[in-house]
């Protein structure tokens, strides 16, 4: 959740090939495959993704596959990508007063693919597209559905904002420098672009959204309690999550544009402030991935996470092949959580600041936040087909409930 400093002088070398409207555009094509990718594997297991987010299923036999029609989106907002940047290097040539000059060419993509939303091209997935468009915009202001309406849909969706924060943060710098006079998109990164404070708002919207819904949850269970919802706590404990998230935004803010002494503290302070606040907000988000989100024993009590019923730390019902594949995705969400480590190694504690860096820190994010999806829907799989339907539960029973119940939103 920290927000990176710009460190670098000059137009640095993986920016004259990848400029940042196209690293941008990278991420967001790339989850496009990444979602057809979970409706593929997770349909191979049985799971009724659609179902879950209550999408419309399929009218006949004939009709393509939720996860094939997600492929052939990805494909056709794909090619132009290849097509564009292909154009930009034959332009370019890797010279920097060409690469600052054309930043025409990225913003276009940038454009194009937002126009291809709302393109109506049956064919490209219209009823998807738009599902996914009132869903976003239902989402955007911390709404969510109803229990029967989609609501799993948009939690998932937002959950999915809060891995794209920084990349969010990158486009709102991309269109404040092609818009502002004299700038260019494709020059250095001007991430203090539009007010020192403006990047890291946007990085905090996607965690507002989801502290919002987390609210909502709460007072809709203390108007309308159940014997299985219990009084909320769940709900107050995630959005706890997400709040913890603020700090480290805002120290990060800190630390890459204010003087320590202003606000009456030392580098070092300031520095280990952060440092304390990202630590909470990494491994009380590590926890809630696998206590809460993934229904996984490996922090409940010994009797619960010994049970013969089911393999150490993980739970009765499964659906992933091997045991070994849980144990993974554990290790991964771990290390892929506690990247801002690398800030503490004296070889690498420059790496977040490197525009490749950033890069490769926004990818992994995405990376994680994919691999999440799986085990995630398959939780609310479980959930739904091996206890009571859900009623009003968001998350499972916060007091430790394994097999209690508790719709992901991207284009289908």
């Not at 710009?6 to 555009?25: K, M, Q």
């Not at 025409?104 to 219209?126: G, K, M, N, T």
């Not at 070889?347 to 490197?354: G, S, W």
Request: charged residues 15%.
């Amino acid at each position: 959740m920290e927000q990176d400093p710009n460190v670098e002088t000059g137009l640095d070398t993986f920016s004259l090939i990848l400029p940042l409207p196209y690293r941008i555009a990278v991420i967001f094509v790339l989850g496009v495959w990444a979602w057809g990718l979970n409706l593929h594997y997770l349909s191979i297991l049985k799971i009724d993704v659609p179902a879950l987010i209550k999408y419309h299923t399929r009218v006949s036999s004939s009709t393509p596959p939720h996860h094939q029609r997600t492929y052939r989106l990805a494909a056709t907002v794909t090619l132009p990508l290849i097509v564009s940047i292909l154009f930009f290097w034959l332009i370019t040539h890797g010279q920097s007063s060409l690469v600052i000059t054309w930043d025409i060419l990225p913003q276009s993509f940038l454009f194009l693919l937002a126009v291809f939303f709302f393109i109506p091209i049956h064919r490209l997935s219209r009823a998807g597209r738009y599902r996914f468009l009132t869903t976003l915009k239902r989402v955007s202001i911390g709404g969510i559905a109803e229990a029967d309406n989609g609501k799993f849909g948009d939690i998932l969706l937002a959950d999915v904002l809060t891995s794209y924060a920084k990349v969010l943060g990158d486009l709102f710098v991309s269109i404040c420098m092609f818009i502002s006079p004299g700038v260019s998109s494709t020059d250095k990164p001007d991430r203090s672009c539009g007010g020192a404070y403006m990047v890291p708002l946007i990085i905090s919207i996607p965690s507002l959204i989801r502290l919002r819904q987390c609210l909502i949850e709460f007072q809709r269970v203390r108007k309308h309690p159940t014997s299985s919802s219990g009084w909320g706590g769940q709900h107050l404990a995630n959005a706890l999550k997400y709040s913890s998230a603020f700090p480290v935004i805002i120290l990060s803010a800190l630390q890459r544009g204010t003087n320590p002494n202003d606000i009456g503290m030392s580098e070092a302070g300031l520095f280990r402030l952060w440092l304390f606040f990202v630590f909470l907000n990494s491994f009380y988000s590590f926890y809630w991935d696998v206590a809460k989100d993934w229904d996984l024993t490996l922090f409940s009590p010994a009797s619960v996470r010994n049970n013969p019923e089911h393999p150490w730390g993980l739970r009765r019902h499964t659906h992933f092949h091997t045991k070994e594949m849980y144990y993974g995705a554990i290790v991964i969400d771990l290390m892929l959580r506690c990247t801002w480590s690398f800030k503490l190694s004296p070889h690498l504690d420059h790496f977040n600041d490197l525009e490749g860096g950033i890069f490769v820190m926004e990818f992994l994010e995405v990376l994680r936040r994919w691999m999440w999806i799986f085990f995630r829907v398959e939780t609310e799989w479980v959930r739904t087909n091996r206890g009571p339907l859900p009623d009003d539960i968001l998350l499972g029973d916060f007091n430790g409930g394994i097999d209690s119940p508790s719709s992901p939103d991207f284009p289908k």
